[in-house]
């Protein structure tokens, strides 16, 4: 019943936006939105009761529980309001293939501009309330190149967020794929790295390599991302999923004092407290993959966030349907906190953009998310999602 | 408004749920308007009112392909999904929804007698080639083709298994209509049974014999079947006879004794029910057929029964069944012919199985036989017409006798592999009209001959009252491409109608002889004609003097002073030579694939030869300049040079500029790049002068040569003196390749999008060209109207195609879509020549320019008129016949 009469007033909306849009040509100056929600969860600290949010040309004006609103805003009532949900990892709208495969180090490279921008992963992103995402290049040779922060709505001008976020390096087996030392030699499957060792020497050989270049010599646009890399410049996002994995992560820190991002991670319970003494944080991507790893048993799998947070290991959930994955770790043991904050304002700090998204606060982009009921039950619907302040998608 | 998402546009392409912030309900005062719209929204979109409200089409010139001829002005009366009254005098009833037609042509709704429609290709893939399949059962009625199809004007498409075995099975007639309406839906099952003599794999002469043989056995179980229920049959009559009141059997002949029916000795049932009764009652049949029927235990009294071993009863077969049908003559045999040896083996055939109705379709290839297949008199199935070059000029020559003898028997299809493939059917009549055939029987051949070799003549193709209404409404001649439909309807139902009223596109009245013109022009001499185009686009008198190969006066009538001899062409078409934008013709071993990825010392116009064949087809087509470019295989293309199609073909500038490859053509996983991040990387270091050196084993002088000869252009080209064409396909390629000209700010063109109207801000921002090309069977409709809405805000567009006929197909397409006559065929002439690098006091008719011109027998843009005298330096080029 409950349904059915949503179901309409979403139909009495659809049809009252396309209503006023034919008449809104004449209002077209109107940008100053309020939003009244019965909860906010600003992330900044407790959830506010019956708050206003006032949004002023697409940025966050004010947030508070008794604000006046200004006259002639145009008003928005939810349950629940949070902010725009952030995916740290993410191939949204990569065409033409995600990595230069013919090279196994390509650090230069950007993904950025092989954004398709017009994709459906975006709509899909937008939908399940996705705002912000962190789009790595893929794992198809050890340095694939550098990762680019979008939002997931609006014009492709004003989209990007951070044009180049870090380095993504593939320490783990996927860029052994296909390539074998026995095949025709006209082939680029005839090349390292063969096994897992070699992807680890080449990483090795090359951060080596840009260790003893001297800055005046043979300076070469490769070897420059390769050296900011060492001097913690870029940030480095290591895709690794198995243990031994992220121990080889480990090891190379060791030897060459980088500051890596683990992405991936699906096996790091194995690692957890060396991770947690290192304070390398984790995109985790585990909930995503289905796969139920190791001879451990499934508990540990499915609760990494909570062994993480009980640990102190900075970790954020990524990969698509965030808050599925929010909810799902709450039922395996993080707390509520932890699992919005590893939605939100966890990968905004990560990723370095908290200036801009992941929280509800003056001066922050107008991301946002509308949910009619609190955002961890499995029956709360995302209503609605913002994008800087513009576009409202109704999600049915 | 803000939304980039671009909503509002086909559903077909995205389903959008994006909408603007400011809809938002701002307070609850809106809440009535809201119910208003929800409630117009609700009546809008439905044309709910077609079942009840009489439609009269009114002031129309009507075809009606019935005796009554064309009737201008005429009107034709809708009434309950049929036609109710076709006449110049009709009375309207009050409330019936009035349409002017005024100046627009009125005819049956185009069939197309061998296309896809609802029938995806992966339903339509291999059988077993023993005739078990229905093309019904494989439809989706969830498609939306039909939407693209009926915007060309075509209502019925007959469909069938696809032919790539021996006998697929029976194909449908279906009507372009929503799916979602089965009696609008279906016009008729088992209309054909698909079977070829030459197809798969084995096409050896041997593999041709086998699958004859097979075709044969199909034929001959069929007949063998049918025996032996005769002879069954025959038995129990004869007994039922000689002891009439105990019955085990029911007679076959006695009402609803269905189970035990044999096959009708003669087709008596229609429409293939038996053969689907047959399998659903399979439990039934089985259980009163026993393997070896024993002889009734009666009393063997007669003496017949005891000379004779009484038959047994044959196995219900329901595929043969079907083919009893097939022998009968009721459901006819679409027999695919693609070789002289196959049309030998089915006059063979014809002649083993005399009841047996053949229609012949394929036609290609199939050489002196041809003749041979004519005499016999069967129907033919002609296409494709355009779209595969070579099967239309096989098509053409194979069958040319055929336009003015076999008129009767005449059908022309668009034997696409795309249910949206079938759009273009008006497009292939019009190019049999180019190729001689009579204008009159190519819209009968698309209308009411394909009726009636589908069958369905009783319901379509013809206006007349009592048909079905499937009816088109063309804003100009049926056949002229450039002419939009304005209007279809399908059983009285409006399913589509173009949201702008186009002006009537006046019928250009062609005239069958020319004006007398010599075989060579003389030396000096002048043209005159009421029409020709000048490079504004306009079309005007002119009279045209030409002294040694060049254009001396172009005046608006003939001078006084004139000594020359004048010839008049009357209102032929005067114009400039088509101009090519983008061809690899003539391209000769020139597959870059090998080589390196940076390809920019190589010159497309070193692998060109001037003397190929396709070379002279397009300079006979019309075709006088054109830019030679590289082929796709590899990123940094090489250089594109322009010739002028001389006889000599004489190259103007051998480097105008760069072709960059940003399609996953040019990616290969064995060499740099292999991606699309790579070629990004590969096309900035071009022009960053960064590109990476040679890998081929070169020694260093060499290797240093080579990159110098590679880089040596490079100024020029950011220097805006040379451009740099952008092959592209997908969204993401083409936003790359605006990124990189609007980073180097480059003097561009992009080619190869499908989805234009996103760029169109950025490609006016960035002074980008469109090199238009043609939609592939597969495109939709949209792109065209992407094309018009480019061309309305600006963007430049040029035109390309892989022949003469397609350019002017894709123009016509275009003008259909929106594009302005003029601005199209000013840009495929001269209006973008300066820009591709063409001299411009050279192009054109105008003083001082060379004498190149074109004399066509209507616009260059109607696919059915022809180049009748294509000259280059004032002398006359021989016509390449096929």
Redesign the interface.
């Known amino acids: 019943m409950r349904r059915k009469a949503r179901w309409i007033v979403a139909?009495?909306?659809?049809?009252?936006?396309?209503?006023?849009?034919m008449l809104?040509t004449c209002?077209?100056d109107?940008h100053v939105?309020a939003i009244e929600a019965d909860v906010i969860y600003t992330m900044t600290g407790e959830p506010l009761t019956g708050g206003v949010v006032i949004i002023r040309d697409g940025r966050i004006e004010a947030v508070g529980e008794q604000l006046a609103i200004p006259l002639g805003s145009?008003?928005?009532r939810v349950a629940t309001l949070m902010p725009g949900f952030i995916d740290a990892s993410s191939a949204a709208?990569i065409?033409?293939?995600?990595?230069?495969?013919?090279?196994e180090v390509?650090p230069?490279?950007?993904?950025l501009?092989?954004?398709?921008?017009?994709?459906?992963d975006?709509?899909t992103a937008v939908?399940e309330g996705t705002t912000t995402l962190h789009i790595l290049?893929g794992t198809a040779n050890v340095f694939a190149?550098g990762s680019c922060i979008v939002k997931s709505?609006?014009?492709?001008g004003e989209r990007v967020l951070v044009d180049r976020a870090g380095s993504v390096v593939a320490v783990c087996s996927d860029p052994t794929a296909g390539n074998s030392s026995r095949s025709r030699p006209?082939?680029?499957y005839v090349r390292q790295p063969t096994n897992r060792m070699g992807v680890i020497w080449i990483i090795r050989a090359r951060l080596r390599e840009a260790q003893i270049t001297s800055p005046s010599s043979q300076r070469t646009?490769r070897m420059e991302s390769l050296q900011k890399l060492l001097s913690g410049d870029e940030p480095m996002f290591a895709v690794s999923r198995a243990g031994h994995d992220i121990q080889s992560v480990l090891t190379l820190r060791k030897e060459f004092g980088f500051q890596p991002i683990i992405v991936g991670g699906e096996e790091a319970y194995r690692v957890l407290e060396e991770l947690a003494r290192e304070e390398i944080p984790v995109i985790y991507q585990g909930m995503t993959s289905g796969a139920v790893r190791g001879p451990e048993g499934t508990s540990l799998f499915w609760n990494l966030p909570g062994q993480c947070e009980e640990l102190g290991v900075v970790f954020c959930l990524a990969g698509g349907r965030l808050l599925d994955q929010a909810r799902f770790a709450v039922r395996f043991g993080a707390s509520e906190r932890a699992a919005l904050e590893a939605i939100t304002i966890t990968p905004a700090q990560l990723l370095n953009i908290d200036n801009r998204v992941g929280t509800i606060a003056a001066g922050k982009d107008a991301d946002l998310v509308g949910l009619d009921g609190p955002p961890l039950e499995a029956t709360t619907q995302i209503e609605w999602t913002?994008v800087n302040?513009?576009?409202?998608?109704?999600?049915r | 408004?803000?939304?980039?998402?671009?909503s509002g546009r086909a559903p077909a392409r995205?389903a959008?749920?994006?909408?603007?912030?400011?809809?938002?309900?701002?307070?609850a005062l809106?809440?009535l308007?809201?119910?208003?719209?929800?409630l117009s929204?609700c009546l809008l979109p439905r044309f709910s009112w077609a079942d009840e409200q009489a439609i009269a089409l009114i002031n129309g010139r009507v075809v009606t392909m019935t005796d009554q001829g064309a009737i201008e002005p005429g009107t034709v009366l809708v009434v309950d999904g049929k036609i109710a009254a076709v006449g110049s005098e009709v009375a309207i009833p009050a409330g019936a929804k009035v349409i002017d037609c005024t100046g627009w042509t009125i005819t049956p709704g185009l069939i197309d007698a061998r296309s896809r429609l609802w029938l995806e290709n992966a339903s339509a893939g291999q059988s077993g080639g023993d005739a078990a399949l229905d093309a019904y059962d494989g439809l989706d009625r969830f498609q939306d083709d039909w939407r693209e199809v009926v915007r060309h004007g075509v209502t019925a498409v007959y469909v069938q298994p696809a032919g790539g075995d021996v006998c697929a099975g029976v194909g449908v007639v279906v009507a372009a209509a929503p799916g979602n309406n089965p009696a609008a839906w279906i016009l008729r099952r088992d209309a054909g049974m698909q079977a070829a003599l030459g197809v798969g794999a084995d096409l050896s002469g041997r593999g041709r014999v086998r699958q004859f043989d097979r075709l044969k056995k199909l034929f001959s179980d069929a007949k063998k079947y049918q025996d032996d229920w005769a002879a069954y049959r025959e038995y129990e009559k004869k007994k039922s006879e000689s002891a009439p009141p105990a019955q085990t059997e029911t007679p076959p002949d006695a009402g609803e004794g269905r189970r035990d029916e044999g096959p009708p000795p003669g087709g008596g049932r229609r429409s293939g029910r038996g053969g689907r009764g047959a399998i659903s009652n399979e439990g039934g049949t089985e259980a009163n057929n026993p393997p070896a029927q024993p002889p009734p235990q009666e009393p063997a009294e007669s003496p017949a029964a005891e000379e004779a071993k009484p038959p047994t009863k044959p196995d219900h077969d329901p595929v043969k069944e079907r083919f009893v049908r097939v022998l009968s003559g009721e459901v006819p045999v679409r027999i695919d012919v693609r070789h002289g040896d196959e049309a030998r083996r089915l006059l063979l055939l014809a002649k083993e199985f005399p009841a047996v109705r053949w229609i012949c379709e394929g036609l290609v290839g199939t050489g002196t036989a041809a003749d041979d297949l004519r005499g016999a008199r069967y129907p033919l199935v002609l296409g494709p017409w355009i779209g595969n070059d070579q099967a239309a000029r096989d098509v053409v020559q194979l069958w040319r006798q055929s336009f003015r003898e076999d008129t009767g028997r005449l059908v022309i299809a668009s034997y696409t592999s795309s249910g949206r493939g079938s759009r273009w059917l008006r497009a292939h009549a019009a190019c049999a009209v180019a190729a001689g055939c009579d204008p009159e029987t190519a819209l009968r051949a698309i209308t009411v001959h394909a009726a009636d070799v589908l069958g369905v003549a009783d319901q379509v193709g013809s206006i007349a009252p009592g048909k079905r209404a499937d009816l088109v409404v063309f804003a100009g001649d049926p056949l002229d491409i450039s002419a939009p439909a304005q209007l279809t309807i399908v059983a009285g139902d409006i399913v589509y109608e173009l949201p702008r009223r186009n002006a009537p596109i006046a019928v250009v009245v062609r005239k069958d002889q020319a004006a007398d013109l010599p075989d060579e022009w003389p030396e000096q001499f002048v043209l005159s004609s009421s029409r020709v185009l000048l490079p504004s686009g306009q079309i005007a008198p002119r009279c045209l003097t030409i002294e040694k190969g060049r254009i001396t006066r172009c005046d608006e009538t003939l001078a006084e002073d004139n000594q020359w001899p004048v010839f008049d062409v009357g209102s032929h078409l005067v114009a400039p030579g088509l101009t090519m934008a983008h061809t690899t013709a003539g391209m000769v071993n020139a597959d870059y694939g090998a080589v390196e990825s940076d390809g920019r010392q190589l010159a497309a116009l070193d692998g060109f030869n001037s003397t190929h064949r396709n070379v002279r087809r397009l300079r006979s087509g019309g075709v006088l300049l054109a830019v030679i470019a590289p082929d796709d295989r590899i990123t940094l293309a090489g250089r594109m040079g322009t010739v002028r199609l001389a006889m000599e073909v004489s190259v103007v500038n051998s480097d105008v500029g760069d072709k960059v490859v940003?399609t996953?053509a040019a990616?290969r996983?064995?060499?740099?790049?292999?991606?699309?991040?790579?070629?990004?990387?590969l096309t900035h270091a071009m022009f960053t002068g960064?590109t990476p050196a040679s890998r081929m084993y070169l020694p260093e002088p060499v290797q240093a040569a080579l990159m110098a000869v590679r880089q040596a252009e490079t100024q020029n080209t950011l220097g805006q003196q040379r451009w740099v064409l952008f092959e592209v396909g997908?969204?993401?390629?083409m936003?790359?390749a605006l990124?990189i000209i609007q980073q180097h700010q480059l003097r561009a063109a992009v080619m190869g999008c499908r989805?234009i109207e996103?760029f169109i801000d950025r490609l006016l921002a960035t002074k980008t060209t469109l090199i238009a090309r043609p939609s592939g069977e597969t495109d939709f409709n949209w792109y065209f109207d992407d094309l018009a809405g480019a061309a309305d805000a600006g963007v430049p567009i040029l035109w390309s195609a892989d022949s003469a006929q397609q350019l002017r197909w894709l123009l016509a397409e275009a003008i259909a879509a929106g594009v302005d006559v003029e601005k199209a065929l000013a840009g495929a002439t001269t209006a973008g020549a300066g820009w591709l690098g063409f001299d411009p006091h050279r192009v054109g008719l105008h003083p001082g320019a060379p004498a190149d011109f074109v004399i066509w027998d209507g616009l260059p843009t109607d696919l059915r008129s022809r180049p009748i005298r294509v000259t280059v330096d004032g002398r006359a080029v021989e016509t390449v016949e096929d």
Request: glycine share 8%; aromatic share 6%.
């Open positions: 139909c009495m909306i659809v049809a009252g936006s396309i209503a006023v849009r809104a209002a077209a109107e939105v145009q008003r928005l709208g065409a033409g293939g995600s990595a230069e495969q013919t090279s390509t230069e490279m950007n993904i501009p092989t954004l398709d921008w017009l994709s459906r975006f709509l939908d290049p190149g709505a609006g014009n492709p006209d082939s680029i646009v913002m302040g513009r576009h409202v998608i109704i999600n | 408004m803000d939304c980039q998402l671009g995205r959008d749920k994006q909408f603007d912030f400011s809809a938002f309900p701002a307070h809106g809440y308007a809201r119910l208003l719209v929800v929204f940003l996953s990616r996983s064995e060499q740099f790049p292999a991606s699309l991040l790579g070629q990004i990387e960064n997908t969204d993401a390629e936003q790359v990124d989805n996103p």
